[in-house]
Every structure is written in C-alpha cells, then in structure tokens.
C-alpha cells in the first residue's frame, strides 16, 4: 500500500516567517494530496488539497507544490501567525483510500 | 462540518467489553471511513465503507468490525476492547464521491483501562 513520511515532526518559526513541511510518498499512482490541519482537541481540517495535475496551488499564504517524478509535495505557509500553530497533516490518495503522514508540529514564536 | 457527527464523544471502558461506536452523516454521501489516531502515527484507516453492506479493510483492520445497514449510519465495532486500542476515532465522508476531497468528524475519546 502507499507509504507517506512526513518531516519534520517539529517546527518551530519566528513570527513572519515562512515555514515548509515536506512529504514523500510511494505509490506512483496517487492522484490526490490533501493538506490537513489539526488544533489541540480538534478534528483536522482541510486547507488545501492538489491534484496530480497540477504543479502548484496557492491560497493566500499558503502554497502547496507537487513534484510527481520525484514523489513528494510540499506545504508553504508565508507571514506566519500565532494562528498557524498546530499539527499539520499531509496525505496522499490511491484508490479510494487516503494515507497520511505523522504529522508536524508547528509552534509560531511571537 | 459537512453533517457528520460521532457518539458517544468520549467513552471509558474495560479490557474485554464490546464497545460500538457511531457516525451519522445528513447528506448522503457514499463513502465513509473510520481511522484511529495516535501519537506519531498520524491518521490510520481502520475500515472504510462504498455503501450499504459495502465495506473494506485498511491498514489497520485487526480487532475491529463495521457495519452499514444505513446511508447515514456507519458503526465500528471492537469486539472485546483492548488497551492498544485506546485511541481517538474519526470518522470522514468523502464529498462527491470516493474521489474527492474528505472531511472529518468531531471524533470520539476511547480509553480501554
């Protein structure tokens, strides 16, 4: 089955500044690549999600790029906020099956 | 939220007992999943369901069972709870299909003492 890692575990960015989560997968044919977020106690929401078609997708500060040859994607965030604080999730899609990796925890220092 | 909500919310229980837990969704969606989550781990999926009577195994089957007589009803069943299955439970839907995006439950607390 598809395998995701995620790095790094932990982040920890100044406020302002960029912050980047990388992630690797496995299994050539995922075709979908969905970003989560994840506040203390929450359930964890989508913030931006690419598809294998497309190289790269912005929301204001937040970016994520796909590179297919190589199998990893990436989450930007710019002009980090304290708001931005929590745990984030990348993940990737064969099937009807989505595999996530571990998480990284960001902490935005004020 | 997209409709979905799990219950109980928070459950303790004893090494041994069966412990069944529900999601409900008010929209109709195919496509149901059940993970676990636990620290370092991320999200695992536990089983998933394309249906009524439709459901499939993930990566991490092992102790549990599901059920889906309803569209908007899908239940994982641990058939004699243990402690490495204390963890929190979520529920997702996959939004216009199994191909599309997947939103989350609020999630339910299961401690096995």
């Known amino acids: 089955g598809e395998n995701v890692e995620q790095h790094p575990s932990t982040l920890s960015v100044q406020e302002g500044d960029s912050a980047v989560i990388k992630c690797t997968y496995s299994?050539?044919?995922?075709?979908?690549f969905p970003w989560y977020k994840q506040e203390l106690g929450k359930r964890p929401q989508l913030i931006i999600d690419?598809?294998?078609?497309?190289g790269e997708k912005k929301d204001q500060r937040i970016a994520v790029t796909l590179n297919k040859t190589a199998k990893h994607f990436s989450l930007h965030i710019t002009e980090t906020q304290p708001e931005d604080s929590a745990v984030y999730f990348c993940?990737?899609?064969?099937?009807?099956?989505?595999?996530f990796g571990a998480g990284t925890t960001v902490t935005v220092r004020a | 939220d997209a409709g979905i909500t799990q219950s109980p919310r928070h459950k303790v229980t004893e090494t041994g007992t069966p412990v069944t837990l529900r999601c409900h969704q008010t929209?109709?969606?195919?496509?149901m999943y059940w993970y676990r989550q636990d620290p370092g781990h991320g999200l695992r999926l536990i089983h998933y369901s394309y249906g009524v009577k439709d459901t499939d195994k993930g990566e991490v089957s092992d102790g549990y069972s599901v059920s889906r007589s309803k569209t908007e009803d899908f239940l994982l069943t641990l058939e004699s709870a243990t402690s490495s299955q204390t963890s929190v439970y979520f529920c997702?839907?996959?939004?216009?299909?199994?191909?599309?995006?997947?939103?989350f439950g609020p999630g339910t607390r299961l401690t096995v003492l």
């Open positions: 997702a839907i996959s939004v216009g299909g199994g191909t599309d995006t997947q939103y």
């Open positions: 690419i598809r294998s078609n497309v």
């Open positions: 299994d050539s044919a995922s075709n979908y």
């Open positions: 929209e109709n969606h195919r496509y």
């Open positions: 993940a990737a899609r064969a099937d009807y099956k989505l595999s």
